[in-house]
């Protein structure tokens, strides 16, 4: 299976900072990656498909980017409701496996 | 509106079996294949199965060791997850969601229901 390593595991801001997530991958994989943004209590949500395309609804202050074995999520202002847990997930392969999550936690 | 709603999480005891099952509204269920992700408590995402929009085709995490079964009925539009031998481990949440891409198996999963609670304890 493809692992898929995210760092840093969690992550401290204030509202209107730039922050990046770091999604590696221990094969390439092109861009079949996808993130998602889980609030507590509740499912996740798709941000992000194809490394870099953003689901209809998902605000244009996030974005992705990457290839082969290494993306990014970059949220370029942060806002309240952003403080949540983030996911890469690789499509590549048919085991569809998760990065561990970076928590997005209020500085 | 496009909807999933999973039912059927239970207490169950270790070595017992459980089915739960997740209802599709809002879509043309036949056309997209679907997906199981369960979530142990304080822990992240982790894929369980997917299972293509016909039915034919199923994919299962190497991890479960055959213990877990997908399937689908499209004339009721419900997903399924049958679970044998269940163990303490597989406590957690159970999504179940849709996969984006129309006809597609291997593409991101749009759509998310609430999730069931599955908790295997005796």
């Known amino acids: 299976d493809i692992q898929m390593t995210q760092s840093p595991s969690t992550l401290s801001a204030s509202v209107g900072d730039r922050v990046t997530i770091t999604c590696r991958a221990s094969?390439?994989?092109?861009?079949?990656l996808a993130w998602y943004q889980q609030r507590v209590g509740k499912a996740p949500r798709l941000l992000i498909y194809?490394?870099?395309t953003l689901e209809t609804g998902v605000p244009s202050r996030f974005s992705g980017s990457g290839s082969g074995t290494e993306f990014t999520l970059t949220i370029s202002s942060l806002q309240p409701d952003d403080f949540a847990t983030y996911f890469c997930?690789?499509?590549?392969?048919?085991?569809?496996?998760f990065g561990q999550g970076t928590k997005v936690e209020i500085k | 509106e496009v909807q999933l709603l999973e039912s059927g999480g239970d207490l169950v005891q270790p070595g017992g079996s459980l089915r739960i099952s997740c209802a599709a509204s809002?879509?043309?269920?036949?056309?997209?294949?679907m997906n199981w992700v369960r979530q142990a408590p304080g822990k992240g995402l982790e894929w369980v199965a997917t299972?293509?929009?016909?039915?034919?085709?199923?994919y299962n995490a190497d991890s479960l060791r055959g213990r877990f079964t997908i399937s689908r009925d499209n004339s009721k539009n419900t997903l399924y997850l049958q679970m044998n031998s269940l163990r303490a481990d597989d406590t957690a949440v159970y999504y179940c969601?849709?996969?984006?891409?129309?006809?597609?198996?291997?593409?991101?999963?749009?759509?998310w229901g609430q999730g069931t609670m599955v908790t295997v304890s005796s």
């Open positions: 299972i293509s929009g016909s039915g034919i085709s199923t």
């Open positions: 969601a849709k996969t984006r891409a129309f006809r597609g198996v291997y593409d991101a999963f749009d759509i």
């Open positions: 194809k490394a870099s």
């Open positions: 997930q690789q499509y590549n392969t048919y085991a569809r496996t």
């Open positions: 809002g879509f043309t269920f036949s056309n997209y294949a």
């Open positions: 094969q390439n994989m092109s861009t079949w």
